[in-house]
T-cell receptor
Framework: GQNIDQPTEMTATEGAIVQINCTYQTSGFNGLFWYQQHAGEAPTFLSYNVLDGLEEKGRFSSFLSRSKGYSYLLLKELQMKDSASYLCAVMDSNYQLIWGAGTKLIIKP | ETGVTQTPRHLVMGMTNKKSLKCEQHLGHNAMYWYKQSAKKPLELMFVYNFKEQTENNSVPSRFSPECPNSSHLFLHLHTLQPEDSALYLC?????????????FGPGTRLTVT
């Protein structure tokens, strides 16, 4: 079957760095997406990785290792507004997104 | 009007009611999606439309009936729902159904079935 695993909840301190991991097993691979979802709001796109390596976009970076079925989202210089759920999703061979259950990130002052 | 809009934002309905959810995208995208989001569970893909044609129906019960009259509008018709259908229903769109094309989501309809 297809499976995406990510931690349920993480806590970090304002100004610090946090890494949210995602492991996947899917039928086919056409890229991995990270989305941010604030409570009561729509998910919004953060990043897309299809090749191995690190993609940096401001305070956020995303890493992919296809051989290990592994990705992480790295958030630097954490701000209170980064408190949200972070969703990992893999596009399978049918171009459908397979989603993880999301990681709720709590930022403390 | 921005992005993807959904109405209503909240809906409470009895198990014998009939209601419809509406989604509209203002992005000129060709693909539209319905998802169900339940607490602490992954997003569940329900239906996919590409150029107004339904391409996926992920074993969704017939009490959910989608309609896509044009590439900008998507409806989800609801009838004789069950309490376990209470969830957040999200609509999304993308330029294409292909790698690298991210999906843009609406704010969702919070549905409660009583």
């Amino acid at each position: 079957g297809q499976n995406i695993d990510q931690p349920t909840e993480m806590t970090a301190t304002e100004g610090a760095i946090v890494q949210i991991n995602c492991t996947y097993q899917t039928s086919g691979f056409n890229g991995l997406f990270w989305y941010q979802q604030h409570a009561g709001e729509a998910p919004t796109f953060l990043s897309y990785n299809v090749l191995d390596g690190l993609e940096e976009k401001g305070r956020f970076s995303s890493f992919l290792s296809r051989s290990k079925g592994y990705s992480y989202l790295l958030l630097k210089e954490l701000q209170m507004k980064d408190s949200a759920s972070y969703l990992c999703a893999v596009m399978d061979s049918n171009y459908q997104l397979i989603w993880g259950a999301g990681t709720k990130l709590i930022i403390k002052p | 009007e921005t992005g993807v809009t959904q109405t209503p934002r909240h809906l409470v309905m009895g198990m014998t009611n009939k209601k419809s959810l509406k989604c509209e995208q203002h992005l000129g995208h060709n693909a539209m999606y319905w998802y169900k989001q339940s607490a602490k569970k992954p997003l569940e893909l329900m239906f996919v439309y590409n150029f107004k044609e339904q391409t996926e129906n992920n074993s969704v019960p017939s009490r959910f009936s989608p309609e896509c009259p044009n590439s900008s509008h998507l409806f989800l018709h609801l009838h004789t729902l069950q309490p376990e259908d209470s969830a957040l229903y999200l609509c999304a769109s993308s330029q294409e159904i292909a790698p690298s094309y991210e999906q843009y989501f609406g704010p969702g309809t919070r549905l409660t079935v009583t």
